[in-house]
Each structure stands twice: as structure tokens, then as C-alpha cells.
């Protein structure tokens, strides 16, 4: 093997290794079994990160860079006091995420749906740091991550049916112009999309309404983020976009049923027929129809405006988004199913495969 290390960074309302949960339930596998203890067994060397299930993408970055440091949380004087919560979390000095580490150690960050998110950002401060840290915090108690600059090496970023450019699963909610309850699904979905609904809203705790997944997914949040994130050039990019809809004819995409899970009907039938303005101007049209059931394929492919490629096995180049071919299947499937058993075993050593002889 080629001594990359795998970090697997779950998305919204998820958990990792640090969490109880895990032990029951694993993010990475879900009912197909413990997809990290496998690819361990395969002989790649992965972990499963722990971040905030509904924290920002800023915050998100901050705890994964605490877990692969070994050090407490710090979300950064100036971010913390904008954002009205405690500068410091949880301290991971005695159970750093890797055992073994030095400043050669190569990573592959993959994210799965709002993880790919924190990995990009975790990436950029990472390389080139917070300018607002660094100019509201005194140099003795800036944190390093920070600073930038820093010699752990990004090898590789891999997102998995992440909203890159957001989802307009959010959006329409707040579109004056549309009213989600008046398109036409299954009486049945209705209640399995509350539940759902659920585990998308935070619970409130005083900070400032932005800091949250939330906020950063939204269409015009996410263009916004894009613009201050960058396409390294020495990094290697993979993007997997999922599908589980159909064009019924005019552009409008329904679930297909047997590949949909049923807590994501509703809502792919809502984003399938979906057309509007953001706010920022940006124009959803038929393009944003299909869906995995809570993101865009569209927005799963790349950034917008960012280079990008479909994928060449033969041609496989840095500083530019290889696009897999759509999968097929809803949101969670590229997890080993939400309620329904998928084998994603295979997927993942080719992947793995795929990265480790670069």
C-alpha cells in the first residue's frame, strides 16, 4: 500500500468513530456492516471522524483538525465571538483520530454529502489559513491550524452526493413562490418526511442562525463559500453524484421507487419540480431536477466553475474535479442504505484502489 491515510468525514446529523453510536450503528456501511473495519482488512489504513451533526462547515473543519492533531477544538477568537458560542471544544490530546503521524503523512479526505463541505474548507485553512484569525488573534494563542502553511499533505478529496454548489432542498422552502405542500406525493410520505425533517432542523443554542449546516447549504450560501475555496492545483479530485429519479417528460424528475428510499420521497418529488430565483439571482431551472433525494445530482459534480473532467482512469489529473459516472441511488445508498441493505464494498475498494496507485 501506498501509506495514504483515509479520512472519512460523515455529513448531516451523522457520526464517526468518537461516537457511541458508531458502535451500534456504523455511518460508513449503515445496514451493509462496518465499511471502515473492512477496508482496514483490506489493508487501507482508514478512520471515521466525529464532527458537530449540524455545525457549520467552519466548525465541522475546526474538530476534524483537533482529531487529526491530537489537540483541543478552537474554533478561533474572531469566529467564536462573531457567531456568539465558546471559543474551545472538546480536547483530543489523548486519543488523536491517527496513532501514527508525521509531517509526511498523506491524506485522502472523503466526505459524504455536507462532509464534503468541511473537507474543502478543512483543506483551505489548512494550506492558506484564516486571515481573520490571524488578524484578531494574537500570534501566542493563534492556533495552527490557522496559521496555514501546514505540512500535513492533502493528498486527495473525495465527496460523495455532496451539495457542492448547495441544494435547493432548503431553498424552495423559503421560495414565496412555491409551496411544497401543494405538489402532489404520497399521503404516506408526508409522515416519513416530518421524521426526516427532523433530523435536518438544529436544535437552537444561542449562536448566530449562519452557524450551521443549514445555512452554509443553501444555493447562494454555497456560491459564496465556492468563491473563497480553492481548486489546488497538487490535490487529486473525485466527485461520485448520485441519482434515484426519472424524467416523467417537460423536465419534471420523480423517485424511482425501487432504487428511492421511502423517507426521501417527498421531498425528490419536491426538488424534482422545483424551479425558481434564489435571492442571489442564481436561476433553478430543469437542470436541478434530479436528485438523490435530498441533493441535486448537478450540484454533486463539481463547483461551479471550477475545472473539472469526466472521469479517465487513464487520465487521471490534480487540480481537477474527476467526475465518477451518476450513481444510482438516493441519498444514503452511497452509505450502505438508510433502511434498505446495499453491498457497497466493492465500490469503495475500487475507489481506494484507484487513489492508492496514483
Known sequence: MSGLKYIFVHGLSGWGSYDEKYRKTPYWGMKGGDLIAFLREKGFDCYAASVAPQGS??????????QLAGTRVDYGLDHSRKNRHDRFGRDFSGCPLIDRQDDGTRLVLIGHSFGGATIRLFTEILLR??????????????????????????????????????????????????????????LWSGVLAKVMAGRLVPSKDGRDERDYAGYDMHVDNAAEMNRHLSTFPDIYYFS??????????????????????????????????????????????????????????????APFGQPQQRLDRENI??????????????????????????????????????????
Open 57 to 66: 462547515a467552519w466548525d465541522r473543519a475546526c474538530e476534524l483538525f483537533a
Open 129 to 186: 489559513g484564516a486571515k481573520d484569525e490571524i488578524e484578531n488573534t494574537d500570534a501566542g494563542g493563534l492556533s495552527p491550524f490557522f496559521r496555514g502553511g501546514s505540512k500535513i499533505r492533502v493528498h486527495s478529496i473525495v465527496t460523495l452526493a455532496s451539495p457542492l454548489n448547495g441544494t435547493t432542498a432548503y431553498d424552495m422552502m423559503e421560495d414565496e413562490n412555491f409551496d411544497p405542500d401543494r405538489v402532489k406525493v404520497p
Open 240 to 301: 461520485v453524484p448520485c441519482s434515484a429519479t426519472v424524467d416523467t417528460g417537460n423536465g419534471i424528475h420523480r423517485p424511482q421507487r425501487k432504487i428511492m428510499d421511502p423517507f426521501f420521497v417527498r421531498r425528490s418529488v419536491q426538488i424534482g419540480c422545483y424551479s425558481g430565483t434564489t435571492k442571489g439571482g442564481t436561476v433553478i431551472d430543469d437542470s436541478w431536477h434530479e436528485n438523490d433525494g435530498l441533493v441535486n445530482t448537478i450540484s454533486a459534480m
Open 317 to 358: 489529473r490534480p487540480g481537477v474535479w474527476n467526475v465518477c459516472p451518476v450513481l444510482r441511488g438516493d441519498h444514503m445508498m452511497i452509505q450502505g442504505g438508510l433502511t434498505r441493505k446495499t453491498d457497497i464494498r466493492s465500490l469503495y475498494l475500487k475507489m481506494l484502489a484507484m487513489i492508492d496507485a496514483l
